[in-house]
């Protein structure tokens, strides 16, 4: 579960650290808060950009850590495994992100690592469920994904969408050259013929262009050159004062010098090391400017050299390695020109071969979605009549469709809110307050089904009220049972569902807005529900009827 979530510097957050507890995890407080601004910490810890206008005002980075505790960290063990990052020790996993102006800085367990690691970790840590992100049910990819995730047809899926990759291939490449125009088809071949020839004729390659650049400096300044090498050679062993000669005194000194000196005879030896030394550097000289070629004939091969690099370059690309992958690209496209109709011919026995496998993969596929697309009809009706739908049906329809990346068939989720109405297509739905429940009653069936160890919740009881709140909040708390969920509302029915209870609030200081967070109990946490049911003004029977939702909510809790 997410035990620690600590906030420092963001927006108006000063400082929070939140211990979150396992069950439902309820957080109020009035309009404008900063409620959300929690659930905002967490999507930047999974991932999410974030900008330097997020620090608050006056400071120059903002910080945010979660602490996770696992019980089975064999998922995020796995994504850590494939980022080449140490597991979790002890199912402890501490996830941190600081950012600056100039900066971000992402950590996992004190390793640093990139946004794509932190959104991988969060795709196995949590469920996030936003205000509006309920209208995504109402797309069929993500009805899809629902159905697939609830038959756990997951590797199914990946392995028809291998078959169907490969088919898409074939279908782009015959497509590649079907888009040949025919017009001009003759100048074309003569144009591309005529660059590779000029290209392979040159033998370019980026070690001889830079030996011909090298060489021909060289040639260009040859008397400085060779200047310089004479006024070296001379200094090293030639000249009658050279370093050879005076090193060589010196070493004779030394040897003398050891009859009365016994450390003389090492000097002696080093000094000889030195005299090597300089032989040998000055024959290297000698060696280099002898070898150096500077007639008229190498220098103008040399010149023209040069010049035919920076044609090319000025013709076709700016660095050989670019005009040498033009120059493969010219052949692929010399050969497709020149045996198309051979090419589409092969490509097309492949390519219906290809559909016949995909359409047969996927067809195995729709049969095993079949099989569970009544169950999970049937959960999810059973989970809207808890959610005061007491006649409402849920259906799921497959039907044929032409080979996609998901399958070949296409997904319709209908409802039926009412006795006596017609199945409609989920999209039809106008309430807000429908599909949000619909929605809770999805994530109630899949969170028996996944692994995913935290939910959150962000205002999903939005746009319903009285009875069906109660329902809401009665939903939350059975996912609770199994799963650590957190949620925000503003509706005192789903509030005291919660097994722990958190309210947020703000304040000014010295011309500053802090936002605070404290977890409720006893008296404080009564009032916090009357201030939801009646406002600031705490009255009497807003205190005595928040005292009775929180008596009948927990004598609930102790039957589940």
């Given at each position: ?7 420092r510097n963001l927006a108006l957050v000063d400082s ?399 409802f039926a809110p009412n006795a006596g109405e017609t ?138």
């Open positions: 579960m997410l035990n620690h979530l600590n906030i929070v650290s939140i211990a979150f507890e396992n069950g439902l995890n309820v957080i109020t407080g009035e309009t404008g808060a900063g409620k959300s601004l929690l659930i905002g910490a967490l999507r930047l810890l999974l991932g999410e950009r974030a900008d330097k206008s997020m620090i608050r005002t006056g400071e120059t980075s903002c910080g945010i850590e979660a602490v996770f505790e696992l019980d089975d960290s064999s998922d995020v063990n796995a994504v850590l495994e494939e980022y080449g990052l140490p597991p979790c020790e002890g199912g402890l996993l501490i996830i941190r992100r600081t950012l600056s102006e100039n900066s971000s800085k992402n950590l996992v367990n004190d390793s640093p690592v990139t946004l794509s690691v932190l959104k991988a970790l969060g795709d196995v840590l949590v469920d996030m469920h936003g205000p509006y992100d309920h209208q995504s049910l109402l797309k069929t990819e993500a009805q899809m994904e629902v159905l697939d995730a609830f038959g756990d047809l997951g590797n199914d899926r990946a392995a028809y969408r291998e078959i169907y990759n490969r088919f898409q291939t074939l279908e782009k490449r015959l497509d590649e050259l079907s888009k040949i125009d025919n017009s001009g088809l003759q100048e074309q071949i003569d144009l591309l013929e005529w660059r590779i020839k000029e290209v392979e004729d040159a033998k370019i390659s980026e070690e001889d262009e830079q030996a011909v650049l090298q060489e021909h400096e060289q040639i260009a300044n040859a008397q400085n050159i060779l200047e310089l090498a004479q006024t070296a050679t001379s200094g090293l062993t030639e000249a009658e004062y050279s370093a050879f000669e005076g090193l060589s005194a010196a070493r004779k000194a030394c040897s003398q010098l050891a009859k009365y000196i016994p450390e003389a005879e090492a000097w002696a030896e080093e000094i000889e090391g030195a005299v090597r030394t300089a032989q040998e550097i000055s024959s290297a000289i000698q060696r280099a400017v002898e070898d150096m070629e500077a007639g008229p004939e190498r220098l103008r091969f040399l010149d023209d050299r040069v010049a035919l690099y920076r044609s090319l370059k000025r013709k076709y690309a700016p660095t050989i390695p670019e005009i040498l992958t033009k120059l493969d690209d010219w052949k692929a496209r010399l050969n497709d020109l020149k045996s198309r109709d051979e090419q589409r011919a092969a490509l097309k026995t492949d390519c219906a071969a290809a559909r016949a496998e995909t359409e047969k993969a996927g067809r195995a596929l729709r049969r095993k979605r079949q099989n569970v697309a009544g169950k999970l009809a049937d959960a999810i009706t059973a989970e809207l009549r808890d959610l005061g739908f007491e006649h409402g049906l849920f259906e799921i329809q497959l039907r044929d469709c032409e080979p996609t990346g998901s399958g070949v068939d296409e997904i319709e989720f209908g199945m409609r297509p989920l999209r039809a739905i106008a309430s807000s307050g429908e599909i949000s429940r619909v929605m809770l009653a999805v994530k109630a069936v899949l969170a028996r089904h996944d692994r995913i160890p935290l939910l959150i919740f962000d205002e999903i009881d939005a746009n319903v009220g009285g009875e069906i709140a109660n329902a809401v909040g009665g939903k939350l708390a059975q996912v609770g049972l199994t799963h650590q969920v957190i949620a925000i509302t503003h509706l005192p029915q789903v509030a005291v569902c919660g097994h722990t209870h958190f309210a947020v609030s703000k304040r000014v200081q010295d011309g500053r807005t802090f936002t605070e967070i404290a977890r409720l109990s006893g008296e404080n946490r009564t009032d916090e529900i009357a201030r939801m049911l009646g406002g600031k003004d705490l009255t009497k029977v807003a205190l005595q009827h928040a005292e009775e939702l929180l008596k009948n909510k927990n004598t609930n809790q102790t039957v589940l």
